[in-house]
């Protein structure tokens, strides 16, 4: 069965309640002929109103993060059970800026996606390299890695089931971005790991989407690759015509 591609936007830190009730109210029309699958990652307090626009539309909305506990004393955290009520289906989890700034680590990572899965929603899980692991040498071995411990103990129906968003750390909100071969390079080690790790049917199963100044000039040519399943947009998601574009890919 072919994989369905996905158009994962990453709103990040923007866009309050009623800027975001307004995008999407826009964006719902003009992505309703979609053939890909569209996802909007939302900030928390956006996700109540956002998800009632959404619901009965082919639109799904995301979490940004989620914390691994169901509840407690875990202050300014949000739980599995909080963001299942509201309706969400896809939980961004192991961010490029999520480890960097919040001390997100593969352990944390790995606890996360079993939580998500938990409680009937999909993980987005996202690995990558700096540009100084890149000219190291060793992104590979360093993305394998990142892989290897999120996927540790997950099902086979499980694997099978989530995305995972490869974003080379140098080209986010750079403005540079790698070469359709430089992401279908990658995109592909991740599936042959996950292979190794499983069988080739859950590697084939699996969506690997690219993720690093994504916009609608290059979304063909990335999403035409043999491995590049759709993917996770930054600042192209917040513009009507960008994303409209990028979706309709």
């Not at 407690?72 to 989890?93: D, K």
């Not at 750390?169 to 995109?187: D, F, H, L, R």
Request: with cysteine; hydrophobic share 45%.
């Amino acid at each position: 069965m072919a994989r369905v591609k996905m158009a994962a936007g990453n709103w990040k830190m923007n866009n309050g309640v009623k800027a975001a009730v307004e995008f999407v109210s826009q964006v719902i029309p003009a992505v309703k002929d979609s053939n890909n699958e569209v996802v909007l990652g939302v900030p928390f307090v956006c996700i109540p109103d956002v998800a009632k626009l959404c619901a009965g539309t082919n639109v799904k909305v995301a979490a940004q993060n989620m914390y691994f506990k169901d509840s407690g004393a875990y202050t300014g955290e949000v739980s599995g059970p909080m963001l299942a009520e509201l309706g969400v289906s896809y939980v961004i989890i192991g961010h490029s800026e999520r480890r960097e700034y919040f001390a997100e680590t593969d352990e944390t990572v790995n606890l996360k996606a079993k939580a998500v899965f938990a409680h009937g929603m999909t993980p987005i899980i996202c690995c990558g390299e700096t540009l100084e692991q890149r000219e190291l040498g060793i992104k590979d071995e360093w993305i394998r890695m990142q892989v290897k411990l999120a996927l540790k103990d997950l099902t086979d129906e499980q694997v099978s089931s989530l995305v995972i968003a490869y974003e080379p750390i140098w080209a986010i909100g750079t403005g540079k971005t790698a070469t359709s071969e430089q992401a279908q390079e990658i995109c592909h080690l991740i599936r042959e790991c996950v292979a190794e790790l499983y069988n080739r049917e859950v590697a084939d199963a699996v969506r690997v989407l690219y993720g690093g100044s994504v916009k609608a000039s290059n979304c063909q040519e990335l999403f035409g690759m043999a491995d590049i399943d759709g993917g996770l947009v930054g600042g192209a998601s917040l513009k009507l015509d960008e994303w409209q574009a990028i979706s309709n890919c």
